[in-house]
């Protein structure tokens, strides 16, 4: 081949490129664990088929927190990412510092007012216009566990906490692990959440965690929640802290353990791990929350982008979210339900249909409450200083009271 | 072509020189006037005073975070110090194998703080470690809980930190004691003096620049201790392994409390300053005696 042929052919692969790197998109989330990310993989493919690209930007750590420090720094350098695993009152504050991108076209255009519940179109929208899109609607107080390490003890599931202790007891017993538990601050605050809507019920826990009202705070029923998450010590193993969630749960699919507080994201790992709900794994709400739904709404939100290519990327990945096609799979592999209402029911399982009938009962009766261990009911600073109470009062020997006085404190001071 | 040649020196400096002003002192002063505003999770210039500061003294975590770094830090440097000059003292007696054996000591030194801490968490988890190790030995009731344990978490962090840094102590020792005069060991010994008392009165005093260098190089080490931290413990239980560079970014940056995380970065500078000004003082002073 002579010089003048070999250019040529190198210009048109060259050009070719240049096409196919049409418009990608940037996302950034912390879905990293089994059943996450084959969820995450599958809107990536069915993106893929629509021609674009999707550049991934996983920052693990369970609760966010890194993902979430990494596009702080990212959005103040002036180079967001198209996309981010933003939720709940963090995208109002990522609006009112003026981050996020106005996509009430998509969302007019696919009826989006009339596909979900307002709790949850409620969160996405910032003054008035669709900033995000919803993926999902998890449930956080579940509790998971192993119907042959029940047997073995000769214990029942639990559906009050003072049954809790007397099963768990039983569990220890007969040489298992009564709770499985992963000793890292989110987690913690997970199960001091599940304890508090189980003692105080939902009308305590919007007064106090919601509304954050001292005397509500200050009250008999948080020594309570107290007292019972100091016996919750008592349940865990010695090797706790440190340990991620998914490790945790793996402990009750391989029957080391009898339990776990933990959100349905946990069903995920034990669909990824082939078993079946009913008979290898059994989900029940929380002790004393069989009425009430903690909600934690996972969703995208789309970051001001400059170039045009990138904000037609941007509008296709916002419509393929909300689609029949990905709401289903994306839920079937992960545990949780879809946000988008009215969509079949068949292929999910008994837990999710739980899940889906409890979220319309208790949206009627009051029941249904936004998760503050998930960054879903207050400011950052908020959850942060609960976390610090949880964590530090689970890890320690400190009293009831002690643990009350630091809570109001801690909430008080950040704010 | 003589005015060159007298500026080249400052000139080849200047842009050092500039950047550490800007970088260094620029960013302190830009991190004080941030410590005074109402940030939150992004810098807003709006001034608020002290409030930052009474809100950071009210906090526990950071009065655990305070309380862990003198701990950490005077046994961190105290026991880096002994054991790094114990084992230059005992490698300087022109043993065989000295070449081999130094490297052997030195090479913590080479590998990141993650790896240590990742390591070492693995080695006192109880349930994994030392303590397996020891009970599948046979020793039923061994029991080394302190990465677990809300007191003593603290020092596991001491035992990596000195595990990583000795050697490289050892190595400055070394160096040290190399260059001591054969001629003054030669005269304490004509002079009776034993082996212990010829090291604590002859050879120790002239050792001194080295024990600044060293207190100056493992002061700012414990300063630092913020990837030993999290890869260890990640401040864990609780936050009873914290310290002050853990604790500023947790609320600077995951915790949307920019203006609290920056009144702590203040303070460590503070501190730093308190104890490091007066020794930095005293020793320029006596070397220009």
């Given amino acids: 081949m002579n010089t003048k042929s070999i250019v040529l052919t190198c210009a048109s692969l060259l050009l070719c490129t240049g096409l196919a790197r049409a418009a990608d998109v940037e996302v950034l989330h912390w879905w990293t664990s089994g059943g996450e990310a084959r969820s995450v993989d599958h809107l990536k493919k069915s993106l893929g088929a629509k021609g674009v690209g999707w550049k991934d930007f996983a920052v693990a750590g369970g609760g966010g927190e890194n993902a979430m420090t990494v596009l702080k720094s990212r959005a103040v350098s002036g180079n967001p990412p198209t996309a981010a695993q933003i939720k709940g009152p963090s995208i109002q504050e990522w609006g009112d510092l003026g981050f996020l991108a106005n996509i009430d076209a998509v969302a007019k255009s696919n009826r989006w007012d009339s596909l979900l519940p307002t709790v949850v179109s409620d969160v996405m929208k910032h003054e008035g216009k669709y900033v995000a899109a919803p993926v999902n609607v998890h449930r956080v107080n579940w509790l998971w566990a192993n119907p042959a390490v029940f047997k073995k003890a000769g214990a029942t599931i639990p559906t009050t906490w003072q049954d809790f202790m007397v099963q768990a007891r039983k569990i220890q017993d007969a040489g298992m692990i009564a709770l499985a538990h992963g000793g890292q601050a989110w987690q913690d605050a997970t199960v001091f959440e599940s304890i508090a809507l189980g003692i105080g019920g939902s009308d305590y826990y919007r007064k106090a965690f919601v509304e954050l009202d001292m005397k509500t705070l200050d009250s008999a029923t948080t020594r309570e929640v107290f007292r019972v998450f100091g016996e919750v010590r008592g349940l865990i193993d010695s090797n706790a802290p440190g340990r991620d969630w998914n490790v945790a749960t793996s402990m009750v699919i391989k029957g080391e353990a009898g339990m776990q507080l933990m959100g349905d994201w946990a069903k995920g790992e034990f669909t990824a791990a082939g078993k079946t709900p009913g008979v290898d794994y059994v989900c029940v709400a929380a002790p004393g929350t069989s009425g009430s739904f903690t909600f934690n709404i996972d969703s995208f939100a789309f970051f001001n982008q400059g170039d045009a290519g990138a904000q037609k990327a941007q509008r296709a990945m916002a419509a393929e979210i909300l689609s029949e096609d990905f709401q289903k799979v994306f839920n079937l592999n992960k545990g949780s339900i879809p946000a988008r209402l009215g969509m079949a029911r068949d292929e999910f399982d008994s837990c999710a249909h739980a899940s889906m009938d409890a979220f319309l009962a208790s949206a009627q009766t009051g029941g249904l409450v936004p998760s503050f261990a998930h960054g879903m009911a207050v400011s950052e600073a908020v959850s942060g200083a609960i976390y610090d109470t949880a964590t530090n009062y689970l890890n320690s020997r400190q009293s009831v009271e002690d643990g009350v006085k630091q809570l109001v404190a801690a909430i008080k001071s950040a704010q | ?289």
Wanted: hydrophobic residues 55%; proline residues 4%; positive net charge.
């Fill in chain 2, 1 to 289: 072509m003589n005015w060159l040649e007298k500026m080249l020196p400052k000139l080849v400096l200047a842009p050092t020189t500039v950047a550490m002003i800007v970088c260094m002192y620029g960013f302190m002063i830009w991190t004080g006037a941030l410590s005074m505003t109402r940030s939150r999770m992004l810098p807003q210039w709006e001034f608020v005073g002290f409030d930052q500061y009474v809100r950071l003294f009210q906090n526990p975590r950071w009065e655990v975070a305070l309380n862990n770094l003198w701990i950490f830090g005077f046994l961190f440097i105290a026991i880096s110090l002994v054991l790094g000059l114990v084992l230059a003292i005992l490698l300087d007696q022109k043993i065989r194998g000295e070449g081999f054996i130094r490297t052997v000591y030195l090479y913590p030194m080479a590998i990141s703080f993650i790896v240590t801490g990742t390591a070492w968490k693995w080695i006192m988890n109880p349930g994994l470690g030392l303590e397996k190790l020891m009970r599948d030995f046979g020793f039923e009731t061994f029991e080394f809980r302190w990465l677990v344990d809300q007191e003593m978490a603290i020092y596991t962090i001491v035992i990596a930190a000195v595990w990583q840094s000795s050697g490289f102590v050892m190595a400055m020792f070394l160096a040290g004691l190399r260059g001591v005069d054969d001629s003054l060991i030669k005269a304490s010994q004509i002079d009776g003096a034993s082996a212990w008392q010829a090291y604590w009165h002859v050879i120790l005093p002239i050792l001194r620049p080295v024990f600044f260098s060293a207190v100056m190089i493992l002061a700012h080490i414990a300063i630092k201790s913020f990837d030993l931290v999290q890869a260890l413990t990640a401040g864990g239980p609780g936050y009873a392994s914290d310290l002050p560079a853990n604790f500023m970014y947790t609320y600077a940056f995951n915790r949307a409390q920019m203006g609290v995380g920056a009144a702590s970065a203040v303070i460590m500078l503070f501190g730093v300053l308190a104890i490091l000004v007066p020794y930095l003082y005293s020793e320029l002073r006596s070397q220009r005696k």
